[in-house]
């Protein structure tokens, strides 16, 4: 089991751009939440999706981002017209179910570091 | 609103040198806390929870509720303890927990041979 992937590692975009982050869960795990760590801050969470739902986006900026994790394919989180303060690292985490206490079954991408010019 | 406060940035000792890496926490209900730790290179991964009240490694964090605290302590430190270390927080959101965290803003460890 490779764990949780995520790509690309790094990625540059221009201001104006958009940035499409990828995370492809452990196998067997039907659960992602993703994580924005801004320079010198801790992690934020963003949003928690299952398989084709949204389940809490409460940490999601109001505009231009988005996320998905279709029926099939990898969860996508999505920034439309990157600014420089979307700069960051993007980490992913996956889980298997919703259990008694499934944050000890949570296991994190590697991340993926955002830069916009 | 959660919070999760980690007053030092960065935090060096000697090898062998008792480790104290502090955590504050404000929450109205009944928290979980953990560690987290992430070495050189590697992924975030936890270390303890508060729940289990188990020694990984050598570290132990006892919850003070008085004191609204989650202090990770280890008696005597290794070398391979230096990484950055997080403490989160979750809390009951409608009776289920989840993977909805909240983080402090990390120590990084460092201890010297």
């Known amino acids: 089991n490779a764990g949780v992937m995520q790509n690309p590692r790094h990625l540059v975009r221009r201001r104006g751009q958009e940035a499409r982050l990828r995370c492809s869960p452990m196998k067997g795990h039907s659960h992602v939440y993703w994580y924005r760590q801004l320079p010198e801050e801790g992690l934020k969470f963003m949003v928690y999706l299952q398989k084709e739902n949204i389940i809490d986006e409460s940490g999601m900026p109001k505009e231009r981002f988005s996320a998905e994790f279709p029926k099939e394919g990898p969860s996508i989180l999505r920034i439309q017209q990157v600014v420089r303060g979307d700069s960051a690292a993007y980490f992913c985490?996956?889980?298997?179910?919703?259990?008694?206490?499934?944050?000890?079954?949570?296991?994190f991408g590697s991340g993926t570091q955002l830069s916009v010019l | 609103a959660q919070r999760v406060t980690q007053p030092e940035k960065l935090l060096s000792v000697f090898k062998g040198a008792p480790v104290e890496l502090k955590c504050n926490y404000s929450?109205?209900?009944?928290?979980?806390l953990f560690w987290y730790v992430q070495y050189s290179r590697q992924r975030l991964q936890l270390l303890l929870r508060?729940?289990s009240r188990e020694s990984i490694k050598g570290f132990t964090a006892d919850l003070n509720k008085g004191e609204t605290s989650f202090h990770l302590k280890k008696p005597f430190a290794q070398e391979e303890d230096s990484a950055m270390y997080y403490c989160a927080l979750s809390g009951d959101a409608g009776g289920t927990s989840y993977g909805k965290l909240t983080f402090g803003q990390g120590t990084i460890l460092t201890v010297h041979p």
């Open positions: 985490a996956s889980s298997p179910q919703i259990a008694r206490e499934p944050t000890e079954k949570l296991f």
């Open positions: 508060h729940i």
């Open positions: 929450y109205s209900g009944s928290p979980e």
